[in-house]
């Protein structure tokens, strides 16, 4: 059994495992003890690691905001990948994280990084401390069929102006009540 290593920054045979991957898990959670915590399942091309200490994530509209609110508040978060085929690893980064929004200069050094996708809300950048791979001998094995497009679909579908009153309504607040930077920016 592999043992679990513990490395301060992402190596090359990180990279290329993480690449390799067609869905990431994020986890956040609030400070409060009675908070929800957060695990996010991330699909879609959308994750990109920036230097060996650095990653990004363009998060896509979804039916909340829960990472963003803790990000916001604490800054805490951890990204798994885990070996559906292959040889049994999983692959956590552990960091501190914030969100950059549309129309900000930081959302227009960022963007160009990723290849835009209907229904992208905003960009989760993080800065890593420590990278830990561990056995994942417990996990079974799956087969990517592909991408579902239900969500391009929707938002294509929706239009801006559409999106951005959904943002407003369910993308504003946490489940645990703490408004997020999107809600923020949606009612100035």
Same mark, same amino acid.
């Given at each position: 059994?592999?043992?679990?290593?513990?490395?301060?920054? =992402?190596?090359?045979?990180?990279?290329?495992?993480?690449?390799? @991957?067609?869905?990431?898990?994020?986890?956040?959670?609030?400070?409060?003890?009675?908070?929800? =915590?957060?695990?996010?399942?991330?699909?879609?091309?959308?994750?990109? =690691?920036?230097?060996?200490?650095?990653?990004?994530?363009?998060?896509?509209?979804?039916?909340?905001?829960?990472?963003?609110?803790?990000?916001?508040?604490?800054?805490?978060?951890?990204?798994?990948?885990?070996?559906?085929?292959?040889?049994?690893?999983?692959?956590?980064?552990?960091?501190?994280?914030?969100?950059?929004?549309?129309?900000?200069?930081?959302?227009?050094?960022?963007?160009?990084?990723? @290849?835009?996708?209907?229904?992208?809300?905003? =960009?989760?950048?993080?800065?890593?401390?420590?990278?830990?791979?561990?056995?994942?001998?417990?996990?079974?094995?799956?087969?990517?069929?592909?991408?579902?497009?239900?969500? @391009?679909?929707?938002?294509? @579908?929706?239009?801006?102006?559409?999106?951005?009153?959904?943002?407003?309504?369910?993308?504003?607040?946490?489940?645990?009540?703490?408004?997020?930077?999107?809600?923020?920016?949606?009612?100035?």
């Amino acid at each position: 059994m592999q043992m679990a290593k513990l490395f301060s920054e =992402i190596h090359p045979e990180h990279k290329s495992f993480m690449e390799k @991957q067609h869905i990431f898990f994020v986890g956040s959670a609030p400070l409060t003890p009675n908070g929800h =915590i957060n695990i996010s399942p991330k699909g879609y091309n959308t994750f990109r =690691i920036l230097s060996s200490t650095e990653v990004a994530y363009l998060d896509l509209t979804g039916s909340g905001n829960e990472t963003s609110g803790h990000l916001d508040e604490n800054g805490r978060i951890t990204f798994m990948f885990v070996a559906f085929q292959g040889a049994p690893v999983i692959l956590r980064l552990y960091g501190t994280g914030q969100v950059i929004l549309p129309n900000s200069p930081e959302w227009e050094n960022m963007i160009g990084e990723f @290849q835009w996708i209907p229904g992208a809300r905003q =960009i989760v950048y993080a800065k890593i401390h420590a990278v830990k791979t561990s056995c994942g001998m417990s996990i079974p094995l799956f087969s990517f069929e592909g991408e579902r497009d239900a969500l @391009q679909e929707w938002a294509t @579908q929706m239009g801006e102006e559409k999106l951005d009153a959904y943002h407003t309504e369910t993308n504003r607040i946490t489940m645990d009540g703490r408004v997020t930077p999107l809600g923020r920016m949606n009612n100035s």
